[in-house]
């Protein structure tokens, strides 16, 4: 059976067909790390997730690739402002190249929480310095930009295809006042390499052809999705928020430098709100996996509520749905534990869970078939064995759940390995830092004559 999936430069839902037999390239636009991600960054990550998960379960070979962006994400999106990153140092008084490594840990932590799967390749935009330049001097050469006193731009009127992807009117855009361009000839122009201040010596800064400084937002994506995955690879996503800036900018750049629209499907995943609002680091508005965990929910009870959403429409995050929630997977966990041995998974439902996720993904569909399941008219071992088949795009660890939560997972026996070299080498600090996280996940730390072991503290 196909897959369709929404792409938003065509605005279609279309059957997916990838560009090389078997195999698809997957690019994801990974996080700023300036700070921890909040609970709507990782919807993001795990619409990702079920998408990938899909591919797989439909036979293909997915080459997954999430950059890290570790330079150069202003506090505007529309190169105005200071570097993220730079900022960010002063708040926690790491120097920026530390607090890129904490806060990347943190967010692979998360990820690793949420059952995400690992990408292929992660990449940082700070490792891939010199191909930016190149990809610069190249739209240099092409005559695509122009040079102002704070940096080298992007020229989008020489773009004939601007802003298509986002359907931006490009010229009212321009003719409005509503933004200043400051030295920008046009609003929709972008930075490609910004000069480090005169009067200021920023952590985060490289020698170019065009003076010291660092490169401007997009060209990362571009650099390192068509490095990992070709000039022309099978799909991008990102959230709704990259459609009018970031990925249009990443497309220009792309068909100015290579003549392609950079991925033949592009994908995005809706906004979590708070509140009515957006969840947003910048503006202080973020909730944390962490909150979730300190308030005793199982992290897949967040997973679960991002698949009771279809990942084109909006979620609002509240802590009643999310108590639901956890009844609504508890629910399902005891059942799949309770169905003991599994045996064949039942034809009917398979197809009916196949026609959801592979109509642009529509988990809220596949998830209600879990109830339907449930109340059917078939033998135990067949509704286990169909349950664990939809668990492998769901992800939610069935097979793992036991009543008495005997099972320590994955993380918490790392934290504890971690806790015991960290003790082996005095590090007192961090030894308590990972206990408590133990203890956070609903684990104890007993130390045992024979070594140290975690139980539920339930
Ligand atoms: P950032 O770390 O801000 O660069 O964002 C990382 C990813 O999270 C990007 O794909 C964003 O589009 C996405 N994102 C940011 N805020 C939200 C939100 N409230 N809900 C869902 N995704 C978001
Ligand atoms: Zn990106």
């Known amino acids: 059976m196909p897959v369709s999936l929404f792409d938003t430069y065509t605005r279609q839902v279309r059957e997916f ?18 700070d921890y991600a909040h609970i709507g960054n990782l919807r993001t990550y795990l619409f990702e997730d079920f998408l990938r998960r899909t591919l797989e379960y439909n036979g293909y070979k997915v080459n997954h690739v999430i950059n890290i962006t570790d330079v150069g994400h202003l506090t505007s999106d529309a190169d105005t402002g200071e570097d993220k990153m730079e ?65 080298i731009y992007f020229d ?35 930075a490609l390499w910004k000069f480090s201040p005169p009067d200021e010596q920023r952590q985060m800064e490289w020698d170019s052809p065009w003076g010291i400084g660092f490169p401007g937002w997009h060209i990362e994506c571009s650099v390192i999705s068509s490095k990992y995955l070709g000039d022309f690879f099978d799909i991008h996503c990102g959230g709704e928020d990259h459609i009018p800036i970031h990925h249009t900018n990443e497309i220009a750049q792309t068909e100015a430098s290579k003549g392609t629209t950079l991925a033949n499907f592009w994908m995005h995943g809706y906004f979590l709100q708070l509140d009515n609002m957006k969840m947003a680091k910048s503006a202080g508005q973020m909730v944390r996996l962490q909150s979730l965990l300190d ?10 509520l991002c698949l009771t959403a279809h990942y084109r429409t909006q979620l609002s995050f509240g802590w009643d ?18 169905w003991g041995e599994p045996s064949e998974p039942d034809a009917d439902f398979v197809t009916r869970f196949e026609d959801h996720i592979n109509n642009d993904l529509n988990m809220p569909r596949a998830l209600a078939l879990t109830h339907d399941l449930r109340r059917a008219d078939i033998p135990d071992a067949n509704k ?27 993380e918490v026996e790392r934290w504890l390995q971690q806790r015991e070299s960290a003790r082996s080498e005095k590090d ?30 339930e």
């Not at 990449?123 to 006193?149: K, M, N, W």
């Not at 286990?384 to 320590?408: C, I, N, Q, Y």
């Not at 007192?428 to 503290?457: C, H, M, N, T």
Request: hydrophobic share 35%; proline share 5%.
């Open 156 to 190: 989008s009127r020489r773009s004939n295809n601007y802003g298509r992807l986002a359907r931006l009117d490009v010229n009212g855009l321009r003719a409005g006042a509503r933004v200043d361009p400051g030295e920008r000839r046009f609003v929709t122009d972008f």
């Open 17 to 34: 067909e990838p560009l090389s037999k078997g195999e698809v390239g997957l690019y994801a636009c990974g996080p700023t790390v300036y």
């Open 87 to 151: 900022k960010g140092s002063r708040r926690t008084g790491m120097t920026a190249w530390e607090m890129a490594d904490f806060y990347t840990a943190a967010f692979q932590d998360d990820l690793q929480t949420l059952n995400i799967l690992a990408p292929h390749t992660w990449c940082r935009a700070t490792d891939h310095i010199p191909e930016q330049i190149a990809f610069i001097e190249d739209l240099v050469q092409r005559g695509f930009t122009y040079t102002t006193s704070d940096g």
């Open 321 to 338: 749905s999310l108590e639901a929630c956890g009844v609504a997977l508890g629910r399902l966990q005891k059942s799949c534990y309770e």
């Open 295 to 304: 308030a005793n929910y199982d992290p897949l009870v967040y997973r679960y």
């Open 384 to 410: 286990k064995a169909t349950l664990l088949h939809f668990d492998r795009v769901f992800g939610l660890r069935l097979d793992e759940w036991r009543p008495d939560r005997l099972v320590v997972p994955e």
């Open 428 to 457: 007192w600090q961090q030894a308590d830092l990972l206990r408590d996280k133990i203890l956070a996940a609903g684990y104890q730390v007993e130390d045992r004559p024979e070594g140290p072991r975690v139980v539920s503290s």
